[in-house]
C-alpha cells in the first residue's frame, strides 16, 4: 500500500504556486511546508495552502515530516538548494534546468546515489499522457522510422519575468529557461542524444541569450532543428517527420494532444487522427504522480527523465555556452570551491 508522501517546496515564486496547488490536489501527497529568503513570502504563499507550514530554507530541510523537497528556486542557486535537501536525507524534485551546468549535476547524482535518494528534473511534459502516448506511437513505428523533429518553443515574455530571464547573476537566458525543453524533448522522440550539435545565439544587453538556435545530427541520418526565444512569438508547436507518416503538436508548451497524419505511396495524406488523452487541468500534477509512484516503488530516479539524461543534456548546453563566451559570473568561484574533474561532452561536434 502506497504511504501518503509528505512535501516542501524551497522557494515561492509563480511555478512553485503552481506546483504547490498540483500536490494539493494529488491522492496519498501533502504539502507541508514551503520556504522562501522572505518571511513575508513564505507567509502569504502558506495562507493560500492550509497544510503549509512558513519557514526558511534551513528549517524546511530539517524538519522529519518532510518525504521530498520541491526546488523552485532560480537557477544560480540549484546545486545549493537540492545539495542541502539531499544532505538532510530527503528526496529531491528540481524544476529544470536542475543544475546551471554538468558538473554541478554530477555531484548532486552521486549524493543522490550515496544516499539512496531519489532525484529527477522536472521536465513536467514528459509525464504528460499525450506524451507518453506520443512516445508509444514513435516506438511502435506508426509513422515509421523518425527521420525529423522540428520544435519551436518562444513568447514575449511579460515583465514580470523580464529581470529572471535577462540577469546573469540568476543564470538567465533562453537556453536554461526555456530551450532545454526542445532539446530535451527532442532527444526524447529520438529516443537517443545528438551525436552533432550546432548552435547559434542572439544576446540581449546584459550579456545573456534571447533567441537561440539548435540544430541536431542523431545516428542514421536523423536530424533536429529547434528554436528558442524570450523575445520572440513563435507557434509553439512540435512536428516529427517519420518514413511513413508525421506528428504534429500544435501546442507544445501546452502538450495536451497531437495530430497523426499517415501518407500514401504517392506521398499524400491518407488518413489523420487527433489523439487527446485524459489529463489534469494543472499538468503538473502528472509530475507530482511520477514521483509518488517512483518513490512508492523504491526507485531512486524515474524512467521518464532519467538523471544520467539530464547531465547529457547538460553536457550539450555547457558545450553551446561555451562556444558563444557565455559564463555566468558565479561559475568561476563554484569551479575552485568544488574542484570537480574536467569532462569534456563526448560526440559533440563544437565548430562554429
Not at 550515496?114 to 507518453?132: D, H, N, S, V, Y
Not at 511520477?290 to 532519467?306: F, K, N, Q, Y
Request: a negative charge.
Amino acid at each position: 500500500m502506497k504511504k501518503n508522501l509528505t512535501w516542501g517546496i524551497m522557494g515561492a515564486g509563480i511555478i512553485a504556486e503552481k506546483m504547490a496547488s498540483a500536490i494539493d490536489a494529488t491522492d496519498l501527497c501533502t504539502l507541508k511546508a514551503v520556504g522562501s529568503k522572505s518571511p513575508d513570502r513564505a507567509r502569504i504563499f502558506a495562507e493560500r495552502h492550509p497544510t503549509a507550514t512558513p519557514c526558511t530554507y534551513e528549517e524546511l530541510t530539517a524538519r522529519a515530516d518532510i518525504d521530498v523537497v520541491y526546488v523552485a528556486t532560480t537557477h544560480n542557486f540549484h546545486f545549493e538548494n537540492i545539495a542541502a535537501a539531499l544532505t538532510a536525507g530527503k528526496h529531491v524534485l528540481a524544476e529544470k534546468p536542475v543544475t546551471v551546468n554538468a558538473t554541478e549535476a554530477r555531484k548532486l547524482k552521486a549524493m543522490a546515489a550515496q544516499g539512496g535518494l531519489f532525484l529527477m528534473e522536472g521536465i513536467w511534459t514528459r509525464c504528460l499522457p499525450a506524451i507518453k502516448w506520443l512516445k508509444q506511437h514513435l516506438d511502435r513505428g506508426t509513422i515509421g522510422e523518425v527521420k525529423a523533429v522540428q520544435i519551436s518553443f518562444g513568447s514575449d515574455a511579460p515583465a514580470r519575468y523580464r529581470n529572471r530571464l535577462q540577469s546573469p547573476e540568476l543564470a538567465g537566458g533562453v537556453t536554461l529557461d526555456m530551450g532545454v525543453y526542445p532539446i530535451s524533448m527532442a532527444c526524447y522522440f529520438m529516443g537517443s542524444l545528438p551525436e552533432e550539435v550546432q548552435s547559434m545565439a542572439h544576446f540581449c544587453e546584459t550579456g545573456v541569450d534571447d533567441t537561440a538556435q539548435y540544430m541536431m545530427r542523431f545516428s542514421d541520418g536523423r536530424f533536429a532543428s529547434l528554436s528558442a526565444s524570450f523575445n520572440l512569438k513563435m507557434e509553439n508547436t512540435a512536428h516529427i517527420y517519420g518514413s511513413k507518416g508525421r506528428i504534429a503538436m500544435p501546442d507544445f508548451h501546452r502538450g495536451d494532444h497531437f495530430e497523426i497524419l499517415m501518407y500514401d505511396e504517392a506521398g499524400g495524406t491518407t488518413s489523420s487522427e487527433t489523439v487527446r488523452p485524459d489529463q489534469h487541468e494543472n499538468g503538473f500534477m502528472h509530475e507530482v504522480e511520477e514521483v509518488r509512484d517512483c518513490i512508492a516503488a523504491g526507485m531512486t530516479e524515474s524512467p521518464l527523465m532519467p538523471v544520467d539524461e539530464s547531465i547529457s543534456i547538460m553536457e550539450i548546453m555547457d558545450a553551446m555556452r561555451a562556444e558563444w563566451g557565455l559564463k555566468y559570473p558565479f561559475e568561476n568561484a563554484r569551479k575552485k570551491k568544488t574542484n570537480p574533474l574536467t569532462e569534456t561532452v563526448k560526440g559533440l561536434n563544437k565548430s562554429r
